[in-house]
């Protein structure tokens, strides 16, 4: 067994990808990502998490500014684990509701300890984008977020409730240097 890695967006994890893609859909989650356009053209989809313009992977309404960001996978053992996407700066969108850490776990992979994996792995990466101090949110009931975020150094700055657009949100600041 090998150790767990961050990599880029690589057609080599194509087919676990997919099937967490799968796993995703079934928690009703990333909906908007085809699997069977994926399968089509797989590689133009690598391409696009690559190219690090902003948001090529999730629809966002034409008012939020596109901020840059790096797309990472976390692998082990030759399959795709989980995505951490460092946005390179933050937006008032950001800075509210999304961070600028985003990490997830394919279901049938956590309480394993890859999501503190995962947010250990990213700090050095935000910190080589010039990032001190990385905004990190979360869903007030997301337990296991809030574990891996406080567990990684993570602290808490403040909770904003619920808007007519937006779930509630708690807001941590992570040490990145």
Not at 101 to 120: A, E, N, T, W, Y
């Amino acid at each position: 067994m090998s150790a767990s890695k961050l990599v880029r967006p690589s057609v080599d994890y194509q087919e676990s990808f997919l099937e967490a893609l799968a796993e995703y859909h079934e928690k009703n989650r990333y909906l908007y990502n085809d699997i069977s356009l994926l399968k089509g053209d797989f590689k133009a989809f690598v391409k696009e998490l690559k190219t690090e313009h902003g948001y090529p992977h999730q629809p966002y309404q034409e008012w939020v500014e596109p901020v840059q960001e790096t797309v990472t996978w976390l692998v082990k053992d030759g399959k795709y684990i989980g995505t951490v996407d460092i946005r390179h700066r933050l937006n008032w969108h950001l800075e509210k509701w999304g961070g600028h850490i985003h990490f997830v776990i394919r279901p049938s992979m956590r309480g394993m300890g890859f999501g503190k994996k995962i947010l250990f792995k990213a700090i050095p990466i935000a910190n080589y984008l010039g990032i001190d101090k990385a905004l990190l949110t979360v869903h007030p009931d997301n337990k296991a977020a809030l574990h891996v975020i406080e567990s990684c150094g993570g602290v808490f700055d403040d909770e904003l409730p619920a808007t007519d657009q937006f779930p509630a949100r708690k807001r941590y600041w992570l040490d990145c240097t």
